[in-house]
């Protein structure tokens, strides 16, 4: 397996291109299978998760074609179609489940395994179920997987509240409801710019939603759905990722295509912590201000409060930060697994639940370090920059789920990065 591995202590000054985003592209793609007209999709990210939900979408009976070095892939899906989606992709991938919206819609019937848990807790799908009984279809489970039922006529429009803003519950519901009978809405929705990215491809494939980007989204049914042309959203997660690179390093990084409404209080707490940003023509402009950045204490929520997704990143500039931080995690129930890994390169953390206490040191030493999860691998990779010494982070297949070219994207701007192939 192959492994990345960083020499800290440089200066990283320049520009650094963001993907489109792909907790975007893994719900945009699902959409493909509301309609029977092609779908095709611009700014893609160059991704495993994206060849995975490729595999799964090609089993299901959609034709999907790469082009432009797979940054736009264009989707058609004829006819009938296959509603089973096999427990041996969806095992891979928990973002797999947004299928289960899509097929129920179309063909009436969707079995779909269930994901399973992950490596930063339990992951259940109630909120989507729920969510889909309450528009009239049967779900049980069976086997390892969700076997649902639309009624008859198809799926009907209800008013569906959510007992927490899940974003994957959210996007199935509305995929659902674009085709359902009726009007649907969605209380409580998830207000995350992926949802808003996904809502505006559905209009232009002819769907009727309202209240996208706020907490109630309402869908007025549809006959059918059409063909439509969509770039996906800049990946947001990617940007804060790389924001914070000049907390580790100074210099000055540009984020291209980087927005600031795209990451909401993220930007408050780094700014607070010392970093000053700043709008250009082309994306945001990112340098630390003093020697080393401040503490400052984070909680994580839903869009548009602090992404969990950046959480990992977030606690690994705060180990080397001038005070002591205290960080919660609201969204997951075990999403502190890169601590021990940051300790092992001389951080000050102390776990007691789902609260993590930071105390910055002056300086982390390069380690061996194992990549426990996707966020938690690149955090890494950012502790590796400021360390003293050689940091070789392990097992990094997290990574290339969703980080395209990380040590590449790295070196362009100075840094001492890079990948050793494994065997
Ligand atoms: C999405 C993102 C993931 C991000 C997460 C939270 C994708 C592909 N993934 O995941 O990167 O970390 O949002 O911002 O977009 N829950 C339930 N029942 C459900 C659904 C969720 O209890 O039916 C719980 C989960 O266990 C978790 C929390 O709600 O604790 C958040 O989950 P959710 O918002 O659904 O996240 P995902 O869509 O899985």
């Known amino acids: 397996m192959d492994s990345i591995v960083v020499r800290g202590g440089n200066e990283l000054n320049g520009q650094i291109p963001i993907a489109g985003a792909k907790n ?32 799964l979408l090609e089993s299901l009976g959609a034709e999907i074609t790469s082009m432009a070095d797979g940054r736009v892939k264009a989707m058609s899906t004829h006819g009938k179609i296959n509603h089973v989606a096999e427990y041996d992709i969806v095992r891979k991938m928990r973002a797999s489940n947004l299928v289960l919206g899509p097929l129920l819609a179309r063909e009436g019937q969707a079995v779909v395994s269930l ?125 804060g ?16 295509g980087g927005r600031l409404d795209l990451i909401g209080a993220f930007v408050e ?12 023509d082309k994306g945001l402009k990112v ?13 994580t929520e839903p869009f548009p409060g602090f992404p ?3 959480q990992a990143q977030m606690m690994a500039m705060l180990c080397i930060a001038d005070g002591t931080s205290v960080l919660e995690e609201k969204i997951f129930e075990n999403r502190f697994m890169h601590a021990p890994e940051l300790v092992r390169m001389g951080a000050d953390i102390s776990v007691e639940g789902g609260t993590a206490t930071v105390t910055g040191v002056q300086k982390m030493k390069g380690a061996p370090v194992m990549a426990t999860d996707l966020r938690a691998s690149v955090s ?38 890079e990948r050793v192939k494994g065997q």
């Open 308 to 310: 969990t997704d950046l």
């Open 380 to 417: 890494l990779i950012l502790a590796g920059l400021a360390a003293e010494g050689e940091t070789v982070v392990n097992r990094v297949y997290h990574l290339d789920r969703g980080y395209e070219f990380v040590e590449r994207k790295l070196s362009a701007v100075g840094a001492d990065v």
């Open 115 to 239: 994901p399973g848990g992950c490596a930063i807790g339990a992951r259940p799908m109630d909120i989507h179920t729920n969510g889909l009984e309450a528009m009239g279809a049967e779900i049980e489970l069976k086997d390892g997987y969700l076997h649902a039922k639309a009624p008859l006529k198809g799926l009907q429009g209800a008013v569906i509240d959510f007992p927490f803003a899940s974003v994957g519950a959210t996007e199935n519901i509305l995929m659902a409801a674009t085709l359902a009978k009726g009007t649907t809405v969605i209380n409580n929705a998830a207000r995350e710019p992926e949802i808003v990215d996904l809502a505006d491809c559905l209009r232009k494939m002819g769907a009727q939603i309202d209240g996208d980007g706020t907490s109630t989204i309402t869908v007025q049914g549809v006959d059918r759905l059409g063909a439509a042309t969509h770039p996906v959203v800049t990946d947001r997660i990617e940007l």
């Open 269 to 280: 707490k780094i700014q607070a912590a010392g970093l000053e940003v700043t709008e250009t």
């Open 24 to 55: 975007a592209a893994l719900t945009l793609m699902p959409a493909t299978l509301l309609s029977e007209e092609p779908l095709t999709l611009t700014n893609m990210p160059r991704l495993s998760d994206i060849g995975t939900l490729t595999q």
């Open 287 to 299: 340098k630390r201000v003093s020697d080393r950045v401040k503490a400052v204490d984070v909680t």
């Open 241 to 256: 990722t790389f924001m914070l690179v000049p907390a580790f390093t100074g210099g000055e990084v540009e984020c291209l």
